[in-house]
Nanobody, 125 residues
């Protein structure tokens, strides 16, 4: 069992930056692929980014590629999502998720076994 806790959300203006953190309860977290998803009001949950257990392979949705960077600190059992040049449309609840199973594509939410409670990101004009 892996317990995930997100933090770092907040209220910012368009163009600002935020860094989200996803901290895990187990050292084995370093062997899990980790993804970030987001859900805006009235919309379905969508994939944002993911990182392989090695930390060497990363994935991004087209809407955030070039603005967001995912990384992991194995020593601290934490995965980060650095979000730059935030846009109003980035407003959502952001969730981190983890899976111990290897996939060639981590963009599907159904492939993750563990989820955090979410952190709100609000971007204003």
């Amino acid at each position: 069992q892996v317990h995930l806790v997100e933090s770092g959300g907040g209220l910012v203006q368009a163009g600002d930056s935020l860094r989200l953190s996803c901290s895990a309860s187990r050292r084995a977290f370093s062997t899990y692929a980790t993804g970030w998803f987001r859900q805006a009001p009235g919309k379905e949950r969508e994939f944002v980014s993911a990182i392989a257990p090695s930390g060497l392979v990363t994935y991004y949705s087209d809407s955030v590629r070039g603005r967001f960077t995912i990384s992991r600190d194995k020593g601290n059992n934490t995965v980060y999502l650095q979000m730059n040049s935030l846009k109003i449309e980035d407003t959502a609840v952001y969730y981190c998720a983890a899976t111990a199973v290897w996939y060639s594509d981590y963009s599907h939410s159904g492939r993750y076994n563990y989820w955090g409670q979410g952190t709100q990101v609000t971007v204003t004009s």
